[in-house]
């Protein structure tokens, strides 16, 4: 065929995460395969597209919830992902060649893409953002400048509305998400304890990111007493990246008026059934609002965020831990380490530098 | 002793519906006692105080809270009844003799008396006020234009913030609250279905308060499906006053941004333990808010609250069911029913009638 030859010479290797098929209960490495398949470096004739490289890859807990079917008649904002296919999610990727208005070859942007190491993306917009802080670490655009980031300020500042003097509670403290929260809550000005699951991670709450108090809550002999302890006059806000029993003890100690950013129940994803929550009762004497938190409700903020964000990291007000792994070959086991608390910060994978 | 006659002349009997013991799970009429006690009936020398005669109380769901053992390590916002002493409610009451000075002998007052003929309140302030619209049926100050139709309003209107066109579900909708709020929705040009245990209060739903549909939950094989088949597109606000598998029920079916108004939950005050509400983590991806409501956060609005509510009864923009009973010798009853649906509407004992 005309032109075969010059198709041929521009292909090169794609290996990429695929799922075998859907999960339950815990996921592990053996639910993904990394496959070698191989892709045209550019895009197909007529095609209004994106062909971008993907550099680094974000593991977020909420990517489980695409691993399985979807819950009989529940409304679901996402699908799940398909079987056989690369998963989605964000990161940071370079683009290679554009026939989009809107991106051009050689730019850094940071979206949704595939976890492979080249990804077509059609419909680049709303998802697809430039990166304008290059001087600051690419990698952050996986989590405290991406999505991670953008998850933890709009769920503390717009859904939790924290006010000078706030008790600050947050749960998966260290974790990619928390360990922003957490810093965010000392600039505002709150007292901030958090929980995480291993005494090193505890020590970086208290050293690295300023918490003014941290626990290990598999040390602890009950959650209400250890959280008691530390809120003698009560939490007026829980940033909770966990669910189940986490949830259950901080409502018992909710302030009147308090308010619950649900953001994560990494304790939750993995069970066949999810646990009760016993305690919501509570809500109603002591008027405590609890509200979700989706991400994609913020995007259109996102460019006011970055500046914000990217000042704080600059001024040293926020400090970034990354848990970095390298290669895609080693992405499922990244991403199932986050159900096991084996990341320390935010788990990301390298597929490329550049 | 000098002026001992004096004092027995004034002095009348009192009876009074006391709590023998604490309750566990479901009350019976036995852990409640009428007694017979005497009253003098004037304000103690050198006391400040107002002595009421007690017409009508109001038997809502929330004083089973009071009558548990409180919770272990949790905070609670009010005390448990006092064993052998008179239950507290909200009630309608005439003022026999006032040494405060804001209020006099031959008022028509509402708000936080005893389950007994005649109290003396020390602290009448803030939870005692004024009827200013006697030409409106009294008792109605025990439900519709007191505590109940504040609760109703302020949650509905305050926490749930609707907006024209909202697909609004209300459970217990024929209850002293629900019946209120259904209608409030109609008023606020929402879509609103309501959930009612009897095949006659779903009449009732549809032909006195306006509902637009209602369904009886004891005849639906499943909740979810019953509540998918009304609100194909969702529900954006959700005035719950049940709880338990119908808030389950019903988080599954919320839109994105949707509100959940949790004002009672009836189906759990019995438990021993609470059943765990298990859907809570879709409120992450649908953004959604649930908000306790604590009626005593609005007392101070309740002025402008008694005109607007007065003026919908006046114009039959909003109807009233109430289920009345005669003689605080049945209060014990009347309360206890209010646990197996019972009552049709509003609950309350007439013990005098001026």
Same mark, same amino acid.
């Given at each position: 065929?005309?032109?075969? +030859?010059?198709? *041929? *010479?521009?292909? !090169? ?14 996921? !592990? ?26 550099? /680094?890859?974000?593991? %977020?807990? $909420?990517?489980? +919830? ?17 079987? +056989?296919?690369?998963?989605?999610? /964000? ?23 595939? $976890?492979?190491?080249?990804? =077509? ?5 709303? @998802? ?20 991670? +980031? @953008?998850?933890?300020?709009? &769920? ?21 998400? &928390? ?11 709150? /007292? ?6 291993? %005494?090193?991670?505890?020590?970086? =709450? ?5 918490? #003014? %108090? ?8 009950? @959650? ?8 003698? %006059?009560?939490?007026? =806000?829980? /940033? ?7 949830? #259950?003890?901080? =409502? ?9 950013? !649900? ?39 996102? *460019? ?13 007000? !926020?400090?970034?831990?990354? #848990? ?13 380490? @986050? ?16």
């Amino acid at each position: 065929m005309a032109g075969g +030859g010059q198709e *041929a *010479a521009s292909a !090169v290797g794609n290996r990429k995460v695929v799922l075998k098929s859907y999960v339950t209960g815990y996921p !592990v490495v053996e639910d993904m395969e990394v496959v070698a398949d191989s892709v045209e470096l550019r895009v197909p004739a007529g095609v209004t597209g994106v062909l971008v490289k993907n550099l /680094y890859l974000s593991c %977020d807990p $909420w990517m489980r +919830g695409r691993m399985s079917k979807p819950q009989e008649g529940a409304a679901v904002s996402v699908p799940p992902f398909a079987i +056989g296919e690369a998963l989605v999610n /964000y990161g940071v990727c370079k683009v290679v060649e554009s026939t989009h208005p809107g991106f051009k070859a050689g730019e850094l942007v940071w979206g949704m893409s595939g $976890w492979e190491e080249y990804t =077509l993306l059609t419909q680049p917009e709303p @998802l697809l953002f430039k990166i304008t802080h290059p001087e600051l670490p690419l990698s952050h655009y996986s989590g405290v400048l991406g999505m991670t +980031g @953008l998850t933890a300020y709009s &769920g503390f500042v717009e859904v939790g509305r924290p006010k000078k003097g706030d008790a600050v509670f947050v749960s998966a403290a260290s974790g990619a998400v &928390g360990q922003i929260v957490g810093q965010l809550a000392k600039i505002s000005g709150c /007292y901030v304890v958090g929980s995480a699951g291993s %005494d090193e991670k505890v020590a970086l =709450l208290k050293t690295k990111f300023g918490y #003014d %108090d941290a626990f290990n809550y598999k040390s602890e002999a009950s @959650l209400a007493a250890a959280l008691k302890r530390r809120f003698p %006059d009560g939490i007026d =806000l829980f /940033y909770d990246n966990v669910g189940g029993a986490t949830l #259950d003890a901080a =409502l018992l100690q909710m302030r009147h008026g308090g308010r619950v950013v !649900v953001c994560g129940m990494i304790s939750q994803y993995n069970l066949e059934e999810p646990e009760g929550v016993r305690n919501l009762r509570v809500i109603i004497p002591m008027a405590v609002r609890l509200e979700g938190v989706n991400v994609m409700d913020y995007f259109h903020t996102y *460019a006011r965020f970055e500046e914000e964000m990217a000042g704080y990291i600059k001024e040293g007000k !926020v400090k970034v831990v990354e #848990d970095v792994v390298e290669g895609i070959d080693k992405a499922p086991q990244a991403l199932i380490g @986050l159900f096991s608390g084996k990341n320390v910060g935010k788990q990301l994978v390298v597929v490329a530098t550049d």
